[in-house]
């Protein structure tokens, strides 16, 4: 297949991250070409700057890894994100609001930070792991409905990341409206793959450069 490489966010989102790992990240980013680069808030401008000119687009996190930031606090990060320099955002819903059905409290704020990123691109995050198959088609649904550009399966920090099944279950709920991508645990070219295949259209992945080289070993073998 076509390079996978824009289809990956190159992502380091560990606690203790670095500007010197931030500029190796855009350094790779722009070497591989890259969809974007997945950085903390702090970095934002960082990458920005790094990055200016280039094709690979700053992306940052709102709400994350949690989502149980209060509403007003998310649209400010939003605002500041978007000021720093970043054209994509991947927030976290409020999960206790899923997860006791309040589908009006999830949809209002996502169409908030939808209009706090002045046309950016938001990617939902809805925690695949902690809801059943019903409730995530109708959080797929929501995130269809109020004008994101992407649901996400996983922050990466809970119990579990992206499956297969969950992959291919939004992809079903909300395809050819907007795109999904898969996050957490996509670690090499073959479940980077798979994920494609599933209906993914954006990986989240720290591994990205590895991803990179299992691609072109492969494709050298063909």
């Known amino acids: 297949m076509d390079s996978p490489a824009n289809f990956i966010d190159h992502t380091l989102l560990k606690p203790d991250t670095s500007k010197v790992e931030i500029a190796a990240l855009c350094e790779e980013a722009v070497e591989h070409g890259f969809a974007s680069v997945?950085?903390?808030p702090v970095f934002v401008t960082q990458a920005s700057q790094l990055l200016y000119g280039s094709e690979v687009a700053v992306c940052t996190v709102v709400g994350f890894p949690l989502g149980y930031q209060t509403t007003q606090a998310k649209v400010f990060e939003a605002h500041q994100a978007v000021a720093s320099g970043a054209g994509e955002v991947d927030m976290v819903i409020n999960l206790g609001a899923a997860r006791i059905t309040d589908y009006a409290a999830v949809r209002d704020e996502i169409r908030k930070i939808v209009a706090a990123t002045d046309s950016g691109l938001v990617k939902v995050i809805v925690e695949c792991c902690l809801f059943d198959d019903a409730v995530k088609r109708k959080l797929a649904e929501i995130?269809?409905?109020s004008g994101a550009d992407y649901v996400k399966t996983s922050?990466?920090?809970a119990a579990s990341g992206a499956t297969l099944e969950d992959v291919?279950?939004?992809f079903r709920t909300v395809a050819g409206r907007i795109g999904v991508k898969a996050a957490g645990?996509?670690?090499d070219w073959?479940?980077?793959q798979a994920m494609l295949a599933a209906g993914a259209t954006r990986i989240g992945t720290s591994a990205g450069v590895k991803i990179m080289q299992q691609w072109?070993?492969?494709a050298d073998l063909i």
């Open 185 to 187: 645990g996509i670690r």
């Open 143 to 145: 995130v269809a409905e």
């Open 216 to 218: 072109r070993n492969s």
């Open 190 to 192: 073959p479940t980077c």
């Open 168 to 170: 291919s279950l939004l």
């Open 155 to 157: 922050t990466g920090f």
């Open 38 to 40: 997945c950085v903390p």
